[in-house]
């Protein structure tokens, strides 16, 4: 039987934890010093912070660190079902650490990079615009990938790329999150959860329907199982 701690949970753990540690700690750091990172700096921090956990994890678990991705390639046949419910559970613990490590770290801060619809942005826009953004990334992380596996110097430029454009012009109005689990942590220990389930939904539903557009612009087998 396959053990339920491997290699590549605990891959999915760290490399979480790293990229929400930094992306959200840049946005807390930029918070209690009035400005001092800018937003361009949390973009570029979240676009680094991601490309390089894809070199460091991207051929031990495919660095999804993300369980709309998770989701995404199962539904692609990139990803065994079976496998689905550790990864998203080693996804939210890797962030409810990097979230709770930065609440001791600053408890001045309010949010911890907590997630929300900018002032006067209507949160069905909001739902919208996190949809889109993560149809855009998974539409990159799917045609760069091999099976569930982000492997190689362009596949983890790409994806950090991506991220880091939609942080610099999207980040103003929802955050950019494209991730339920970097966006739940900061709800529930900030205690801000008013928004939270565009949050959680979204992103799923962007994350699928980029696996649908590949099925129709790419070959009948781009979506065939290769884990």
């Known amino acids: 039987m396959e053990k339920y701690v491997g290699k590549k949970e605990i891959a999915e753990l760290i490399g979480t934890f790293a990229m929400v540690f930094c992306g959200c700690g840049a946005m807390t750091v930029d918070e ?15 676009g680094l912070i991601v490309m390089t956990m894809i070199y460091a994890f991207g051929e031990i678990s495919g660095a999804h660190f993300n369980p709309a ?23 939210t613990i890797g962030v409810f650490l990097a979230i709770g ?9 309010e949010s911890f990079g907590h997630t929300y619809p900018a002032e006067g942005f209507q949160p069905y826009k909001a739902f919208i615009l996190e949809l889109l953004l993560t149809f855009f990334l998974m539409v990159v992380i799917i045609n760069v990938s091999t099976g569930s596996k982000e492997i190689g110097t362009m596949a983890a430029i790409a994806v950090g790329a991506v991220i880091l454009l939609e942080a610099m012009f999207a980040g103003p109005m929802t955050k950019a999150s494209m991730n339920p689990a970097r966006s739940l942590a900061p709800a529930i220990i900030s205690g801000n959860i008013q928004h939270l389930w565009l949050y959680l939904t979204a992103p799923f539903i962007g994350a699928l329907l980029a696996v649908v557009s590949c099925k129709l612009v790419k070959d009948d087998n781009c979506c065939d199982k290769d884990c």
């Open 101 to 109: 490590i930065l609440w001791v770290l600053f408890p001045e801060s």
């Open 32 to 46: 209690i010093t009035g400005g001092s990172i800018t937003h361009v700096g949390v973009a570029i921090t979240w």
């Open 69 to 91: 991705v998770t989701v995404a390639f199962a539904f692609a046949k990139k990803f065994e079902w079976k496998k689905v419910p550790r990864y998203l559970l080693f996804q």
